[in-house]
């Protein structure tokens, strides 16, 4: 009808017109509808991720997520999503008015408050988890310490376990008390409470950190984001509405429009009909096409819906059987994909895309691989196309496996060409030979030739393997850095699938430590049976295995007479059972013993024999055999004997001399200190002697010395003792005697033998005898001092007329008689209640606030008034009552100490000065424990403080003696640093923890170089060793200023504090803040 009223040349024109309006007021209609697509759908995207972020958040808060991967992506897509909401361009804002926009900006705001809390929640939750776990690692510590707090403690760990999934306010006071009644336990060793606290510090720290999640929680769902999301959800609805009435009207137009292209459109049909026939030509070569390809293919429309496959995408995906057919979509074939399907890169990086558009491999299973590859149509479909690579990966990963055998083989591997040019080394042979890869490929292995084979060798080698043999054999090789060492090869020819060599592989090991085995096994061979010492080794049961030549010429047994004895049949029995008890319990522990011992030979005689021993272990540290050398060290003996007794004994008249002299009296002291029996010691010159020697000789002085000698002795005891100190000058040492009187009568005696008529080489001499006597204990207790008062005295008697004795002076007498006084008052200062501790404080150079106090002694004499420590100290070391004035200065300061703490006056520590003499008297670690069990006090606040000249012993036992006192909790320091002992390697063998500096040191600082510079490297060496530093006599400001900028940890002396009573002391711990007046 159209045509007829048109006619047929103006039909098309005006089906073209219409056509083109229709499309134009639909693409209108159709965009308005698609904005409202994208509008709904941009908000369903806000409102499903703004309930996936809290889906997270409440899954973190609940220690349910722990990896925080997916609240990362969801805030990102949260801000994406943002920016295109706020896009003018990409969403409605900014195009359906004021109210629409102000009700995106307020739902947005809500969302970021959302996102900033969500932060401080992964933070807060992280910390909470972290405390959490790792309570249970620091439990494990108290379980070795005391098994009924590691039940307690783990019973509160399982509530608090219970608290963090629950936040129960019953179980939370639970917890609470469980904790403090854990804190009440303070009768842990130092070390053991510092776990315990931090247990509890840590599970605190746990509850606190999940009431502070719990807030952000409460905080996050307070934010208001799902109600300002539903009113922008009506604000846009409402709009729509508007919009969709507009379109109606628009759509009856179209219709009207539509019924007029009808009638054109049979028309159309016609055409398409045929356009159709061909499209189904073109679709089944296509088909066809398709179908023959080696390659798995796939073809989906631009709704990710299948169109086409051939049989090999089948094959390749078994499992998506009948699913594979035209119209299933993609998503719906993905998900039937097994869990072990994997998706990577080329490099092998995991690919969680399931349809990447590139280039990527495919593992199905593990045993196959596909190369794939996703790529999209001008339309918007995708092509799929897999190809099977199993059989190349496969081959690919053998020679992977090869590569690292060879990468990580002990052995060094080289291969070379047919010419020996280096192609290969592994890193193997780069650390043994120091070459590099890159130094050593292209090189020809004779760079390592340390040029100690010869040319037939290497010609020999050469023939072996151009001729297609394995060669075995040692490189005496040459290091990069010069070094020579030994190498074990074997040198193999490598065929192609032609049979012909093409290479040479060389495996060789570093064998110069074998080398050096041997070396040494034959030197030890050679020593054994060459050297002078006798050898034998038993076995783990002490049977004789094998003795050397040694062993036979010393003691008179072959090999084959002892081989299998027990080494008693050498015993001599001198030696106790105890002897030998302990000589193998030190075996056993330390693994050698060394010692004198008398053994006896074949024919009887015994000898003394200086004998090593030592233990031999096998791999699993059991003992397997003992090795025992000895030599025969009679001559030694005899030797020392001789040198012993010219050491001790004059020469001429075989008296004891000065130095054998000064032993026996420092033994007769200390006996007769222990029994409390008197000595007397006589000093006696002779008179007149020099004119004897002047006239007659020195051969009739020497004769005239040893006939005095025997005169003497003839008026002594055996157990006292006659020496010749020098001269003419003989020194009588009386034991056991109970009257001064008594050493008066022996040396009357003396003087009336001594005075009688010599008869030397027919000629009558006649000399006479002056006599000092000295006393102990009256007159003195120590050997040099009763040696200087007798001569003294001696002197006293020439002065007065010669051959007469003399006692000690009485003005001595008064001095020792003053001194005894001091000692007997001393000894009752204890019981009297004299003694009064002052404290001296010690300030952190920082803040000087006090942190610590030095324990001062001080003495109130009720006659004598306040006496100095300089003069009552040394005398209680001397008499040995400073043990007990010691003990009663600890147990004092500590509790006075503690008393400071419970009155709240701070963590104040205090330091104690010990001595080397209160160690002789017995002072141990168990004495400072008990004082800090009854006092109250932790050894964390207690300093023992010991000299730097007490240290110059360096022994065992006073490492072990300071180590003992570390163990209970207490520090070490170093009093007067610097002035006593010459070497400093002390400080890594003490257990030391702080360094005092001398007031010596510091009196002239800051002007004094020389002091400046030695305190400045005093410093540095406690930094470098991690020890603190304790100023002592800092009494100006410009001293306190540069020990605080040199580094000095901690200040002491009067501009800080003198020492002062505990009350007064008390008033300045608190309130300290500079200088105490």
């Known amino acids: 009808m159209i045509q007829h009223l048109l006619g047929p040349r103006r039909f098309l024109p005006f089906l073209f017109i219409a056509a083109a309006a229709v499309v134009l007021l639909t693409s209108l209609w159709v965009k308005e509808a698609d904005q409202y697509a994208k509008q709904s759908d941009l908000l369903i995207q806000m409102k499903e991720l703004d309930a996936r972020l809290d889906r997270d958040v409440l899954r973190v808060i609940s220690f349910l997520l722990v990896q925080y991967d997916p609240l990362v992506e969801t805030t990102k897509r949260l801000r994406k ?28 705001a809500s969302v970021a408050e959302k996102l900033q809390l969500q932060e401080r929640i992964k933070s807060q939750a992280a910390f909470v988890r972290n405390g959490i776990h790792y309570l249970p690692v620091a439990v494990q510590d ?69 009431a502070q999640l719990n807030q952000l929680e409460a905080r996050y769902l307070s934010v208001p984001s799902h109600q300002q999301f539903e009113t922008l959800h009506n604000i846009h609805e409402t709009y729509q509405a508007e919009d969709t009435r507009q379109s109606r009207q628009i759509s009856m137009v179209l219709s009207v429009i539509i019924l007029f292209l009808l009638m054109g459109l049979w028309q159309l049909l016609r055409k398409l009909d045929t356009a159709r026939q061909v499209a189904e030509q073109s679709w089944n070569r296509l088909h066809d096409a398709v179908g023959s390809l080696s390659e798995a293919f796939a073809l989906f429309d631009s709704d990710e819906q299948l169109v086409l496959h051939n049989n090999k995408f089948e094959k390749f995906y078994p499992w998506l059987g009948d699913r594979l057919q035209k119209g299933v979509s993609l998503k719906e074939l993905l998900s039937r994909n097994p869990i072990a399907f994997e998706r990577s890169t080329l490099d092998g990086v995991k690919i969680e895309n399931e349809m990447p558009l590139e280039l990527y491999l495919e593992r199905p299973d593990s045993h196959r691989w596909y190369l794939a590859s996703n790529n999209r149509t001008t339309e918007g479909g995708l092509v799929c196309v897999r190809t099977d690579i199993t059989e190349s990966k496969k081959a690919e990963l053998e020679l992977r496996k090869l590569s690292r055998a060879l990468e990580q083989s002990p052995a060094s591997v080289v291969i070379t060409n047919t010419d020996g040019i280096i192609e290969y080394v592994n890193p193997k042979f780069e650390r043994i030979s120091g070459y590099t890869a890159s130094e050593a490929i292209g090189q020809n292995p004779r760079i390592m030739k340390s040029g100690d084979k010869s040319p037939e060798e290497y010609k020999e080698m050469w023939d072996t393997i151009t001729a297609g043999k394995e060669w075995r054999g040692n490189f005496h090789n040459k290091r990069k850095d010069g070094s020579i060492y030994w190498e074990s090869a074997s040198i193999s020819p490598l065929r192609n699938e032609q049979g012909e060599v093409t290479h040479f592989i060389a495996v060789k090991e570093d064998v110069t430590a074998q080398k050096r085995a041997e070396d040494l096994l034959r030197m030890n061979a050679t020593v054994f049976d060459t050297t002078t010492e006798g050898i034998m080794v038993t076995d783990a049961d002490n049977r004789i295995k094998t003795v050397n030549p040694a062993f ?48 006896r030979r074949k024919d009887g005689s015994v000898y003394p024999q200086w004998l090593s021993i030592a233990s031999i272990k096998d791999e699993k540290s059991r003992v397997s055999e003992y090795v025992a050398i000895f030599s025969d060290i009679t001559q030694r003996k005899e030797n020392e004997e001789q040198i012993r007794y010219q ?66 002795k003839a008026c002594v005891r055996e157990v006292d003792t006659v020496a010749r100190f ?42 006479g005898a002056s006599i000092g006597i000295t006393l102990y204990p009256e007159d003195a207790d120590t050997p040099d001092t009763l040696l200087q008062n007798a001569d003294m005295a001696m002197y006293l008697a020439k002065d007065t007329g010669r051959n007469r004795f ?29 003694f009064e501790l002052y404290y001296q404080p010690v300030v952190d150079a920082d803040n000087e606030s006090i942190i610590s106090v030095e324990a001062l002694l001080r003495w109130h004499h009720p006659q004598l008034g306040f006496v100095a420590p300089d003069t009552f100290i040394p005398l209680a070391e001397e008499i040995g009552l400073i043990g007990k004035i010691g003990m009663w200065i600890l147990h004092t300061g500590c509790r006075q100490v503690h008393e400071w703490h419970q009155a709240g006056l701070g963590d104040i520590e205090i330091a104690f000065n010990l001595s080397g003499r209160q160690r002789e008297l017995g002072l141990t670690a168990n004495d400072i424990s008990l004082i800090l069990r009854e006092t109250g006090l932790s050894g964390e606040f207690l300093t023992l403080e010991i000299t730097e000249s007490e240290l110059i012993e360096d022994t065992a036992e006073e490492i072990t003696w300071l180590q003992s006192f570390k163990n209970v909790g207490a520090k070490l320091s170093i009093d007067d640093f610097g002035t006593g002992y010459s070497s400093l390697s002390y400080l890594k063998r003490f257990p030391v923890d702080i360094l005092k500096i001398d007031r010596a040191f510091v009196v002239d600082l800051p002007d004094h170089q020389d002091d400046a510079s030695l305190v400045e490297a005093i410093v540095a060496i406690a930094k470098s060793l991690n020890l603190k530093l304790v100023a002592e006599g800092v009494e100006t400001r410009a001293q306190a200023e540069f020990l605080k900028k040199i580094g000095c940890d901690y200040l002491q002396g009067y501009y800080f504090g003198k020492p002062m009573p505990a009350a007064e002391l008390a008033e300045k711990i608190s309130v300290v803040t500079g200088p105490v007046p």
């Open 81 to 108: 999503l943002e920016e295109k909401a706020k896009d003018p361009k990409l969403s409605f804002y900014e195009s359906k008015g004021k109210r629409m926009d102000d009700a995106i900006d307020t739902y947005w």
């Open 142 to 210: 108290l379980k070795e310490i005391d098994d009924n707090v590691y039940e307690e403690v783990m019973v509160l760990l399982n509530q608090l376990y219970r608290y963090n999934l629950s936040s129960s306010k019953t179980e939370l006071s639970r917890i609470t008390e469980q904790i403090d009644v854990l804190k009440l336990l303070n009768d842990l060793p130092s070390t053991h409470q510092n776990t315990l606290n931090n247990i509890i510090f840590h599970m605190q720290a746990n509850l606190k950190g999940l």
């Open 552 to 599: 036979s010429r010393i003691t008179g047994y072959e090999a084959r007479e002892v081989v299998g004895q027990d080494p008693s049949i050498l015993s001599s029995g001198r030696q106790e059972k105890l002897f030998y008890q302990e000589m193998w319990e030190t075996v056993s522990h330390q693994g050698h013993w060394s010692g004198e011992i008398w053994n």
């Open 647 to 712: 050491a001790n004994y004059d020469a001429l008249t075989g008296l004891p001399n000065r130095s054998l002299l000064q032993d026996r009296l420092s033994q007769a002291i200390m006996s007769a200190g222990r029994e409390g029996w008197g000595l007397a010691l006589l000093f006696i010159d002779l008179d007149k002697f020099k004119v004897v020697n002047d006239s007659f000789g020195h051969v009739i002085g020497d004769e005239l010395l040893q006939m005095v000698a025997v005169r003497i």
């Open 726 to 767: 020098g001269g003419d000058e003989f020194v009588v040492l009386l034991q056991d005697i109970s009257e001064p009187e008594d050493a008066a009568k022996v040396a009357s005696k003396i003087i009336g033998t001594v005075s009688e008529v010599f008869d030397l080489s027919s000629r009558e001499i006649f000399v």
């Open 806 to 834: 003399q006692f000690f002076t009485a003005k001595i007498q008064e001095q020792v008689r003053v001194r005894q006084s001091l000692e007997h008052d001393l000894r009752q200062a204890l019981k009297r209640d004299e």
